[in-house]
């Protein structure tokens, strides 16, 4: 069965440093796979997503993440942390179920020390 | 216009009332999507319609109820909820059902059940 986890349920970082959010995940194919952020209150927003090509992916606001066959891992990473990237991130993996399109990992939350 | 609209932002209801929420899209997107999401959670599929074809997960109670009268609009009616369907409901929208595509989120609805 597909399944994305993400190791750390909470991280804390400081203004200015770099970011790496874990997500590992279980996929029999090629996996679809997808970053979404969602600040407090809001919906979802894609930050990026991986089918196929280059395994390094850039995304929206300075995030970035490179695909690991070998450890079935998609992380998340920026340079240098604005304390308006304080929030839930979401790592997801396109699914094939019956009804399902996108397998949702449970979840980073992000808090940005100014 | 990428946008997903949600109304209303709030509701409060009681385990009597019938209420319905309402979901927008102008993308032209043809799969439309309610999530509910729990506190420190992913989303949970609800529901999909895909090409006005209903897609439900079959955990979800039937005192919810989707309704998609065409392609831009998504509805949502509740009728005699419990405490425990408060929660955030999302809709979101994707160009078609695929496991590829990206999917847009709405704001949410913040429902709460007295």
């Known amino acids: 069965a597909q399944s994305v986890t993400q190791p750390d349920i909470h991280i804390t970082v400081s203004e200015g440093a770099s970011l790496e959010l874990r997500c590992n995940y279980s996929?029999?194919?090629?996996?679809?796979l997808f970053w979404y952020v969602q600040s407090p209150g809001q919906g979802l927003q894609l930050l990026l997503k991986y089918f196929s090509g280059d395994t390094l992916v850039q995304g929206i606001k300075g995030f970035e993440a490179e695909f690991k066959r070998s450890q079935s891992s998609f992380n998340l990473r920026k340079p240098s942390v604005h304390w308006s990237d304080a929030a839930e991130y979401f790592c997801?993996?396109?699914?094939?179920?019956?009804?399902?399109?996108?397998?949702f990992g449970p979840g980073t939350s992000l808090s940005v020390i100014p | 216009d990428t946008e997903v609209t949600q109304t209303p932002k709030h509701l409060v209801m009681g385990m009597t009332n019938k209420k319905s929420l309402k979901c927008e899209q102008h993308m032209g997107h043809r799969a439309m999507y309610w999530y509910k999401q729990k506190a420190k959670k992913p989303p949970e599929l609800m529901f999909v319609y895909s090409y006005e074809k209903l897609s439900i997960n079959e955990s979800v109670p039937s005192r919810f109820s989707p309704e998609c009268p065409n392609s831009s609009l998504l509805n949502l009616h509740l009728h005699a909820l419990q405490p425990e369907d408060s929660a955030l409901y999302l809709c979101?929208?994707?160009?078609?059902?695929?496991?590829?595509?990206?999917?847009?989120f709405g704001p949410g609805t913040r429902l709460t059940v007295l």
């Open positions: 979101a929208s994707s160009p078609t059902r695929s496991n590829t595509d990206t999917q847009y």
């Open positions: 996929y029999g194919a090629t996996p679809y």
């Open positions: 997801a993996v396109g699914a094939r179920t019956s009804y399902d399109t996108v397998i």
